[in-house]
């Protein structure tokens, strides 16, 4: 297979891709959903050298804090893990590197664009939805502002403008989806990365190639890409040199999500659950999830609800 890394299927996205679809939501409890369909971005972490170069490059594609490039060359706050924030799409964390003490392991996160969300699935009015390419989208002015989304993200992703008082809106990582979609252009992150640690391109083909990469090198890498499986599949999936639960990522199933939080919506419209009592659910939920419990509800939860 033919990889140009920076490029890797610039075109991917364009057109028809931008549109947004309306989310299917028996579709995204489905089996048979879209799985391997779509863009992604394969993060190397084997070949990242923690500039944070595309931490400014999303600020500055964002208009975020609008900080020059300078602001982002601490690089002693990479030991202190970060997540992101309402002005920070995307951070990077270092991690030690028991095999090479001089060669940390730097990891950059974001949204990762699961294919079946369940920001989507817990959003009661859609503002959050998966665009045709695979990126979830947000729309502020559907927003009610219920927060539901922050619950129930398997990678507590979303963040929230607390301090804005008329209009807060849910934030994160937007994959560029204007860039791709509107001006042609690959995320910005990839754009500026140097390394090239991060590869844009059609998902099934960035499988292949993380695979093949695994083969070609393996005592590089661990034989796990991560995102492959984890919540049903993730539009951004990672390549390293150690276990992922050792660089701040959960041990998560291949369950989706949305089969979990979506009984509980249609309870709420159905019984009138209480703002509360779903916040309650859903964090239950999501902790048991992101602890390795089987998941807490089946698909038979609005049956059991119905007995109740
Ligand atoms: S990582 Fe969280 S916010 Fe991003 S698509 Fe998945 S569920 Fe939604
Ligand atoms: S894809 Fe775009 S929005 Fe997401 S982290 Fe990269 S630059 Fe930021
Ligand atoms: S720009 Fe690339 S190499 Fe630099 S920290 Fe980000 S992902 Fe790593």
């Not at 502020?140 to 403008?161: D, S």
């Not at 703002?275 to 038979?300: E, I, K």
Request: aromatic letters at 8%.
């Amino acid at each position: 297979m033919k990889v140009s890394r920076r490029g890797f299927f610039q075109v991917l996205g364009l057109g028809a891709a931008g549109a947004v679809a309306s989310p299917d939501r028996s579709d995204a409890s489905s089996p048979s959903a879209s799985l391997g369909e779509g863009m992604g971005m394969l993060v190397d972490t084997t070949e990242c050298i923690g500039c944070r170069k595309c931490e400014y490059a999303c600020d500055h594609a964002h208009e975020l804090t609008g900080q020059p490039p300078s602001a982002f060359e601490d690089l002693s706050i990479l030991d202190t893990p970060r997540r992101m924030d309402e002005d920070s799409f995307t951070v990077v964390n270092r991690y030690p590197n028991p095999d090479n003490p001089e060669k940390p392991i730097s990891v950059k996160i974001q949204c990762m664009h699961c294919l079946r969300p369940a920001c989507t699935s817990a959003c009661l009015v859609g503002a959050l939805q998966v665009a045709e390419n695979g990126a979830v989208v947000y729309e502020a002015w559907k927003c009610l502002g219920c927060r539901y989304c922050m619950v129930a993200c398997p990678f507590g992703v979303p963040t929230y403008e607390y301090h804005e008082p008329f209009t807060p809106q849910v934030r994160k990582c937007t994959f560029c989806h204007e860039r791709v979609t509107h001006e042609g252009k690959i995320p910005a992150c990839a754009e500026m990365c140097p390394p090239m640690a991060l590869t844009f391109g059609q998902r099934s083909e960035l499988l292949e190639l993380a695979h093949k990469k695994i083969a070609d090198n393996p005592e590089r890498y661990i034989n796990h890409v991560y995102g492959e499986h984890e919540v049903g599949g993730t539009s951004w999936l990672y390549l390293a040199p150690r276990e992922f639960e050792e660089l701040g990522f959960l041990k998560l199933g291949p369950g989706a999500l949305p089969s979990l939080t979506e009984p509980i919506q249609h309870a709420i419209f159905k019984f009138g659950i209480p703002p509360l009592t779903l916040y309650g659910l859903l964090g239950a939920m999501m902790w048991a999830y992101r602890n390795g419990d089987d998941p807490p509800v089946s698909h038979d939860m609005e049956g059991e609800t119905n007995d109740a």
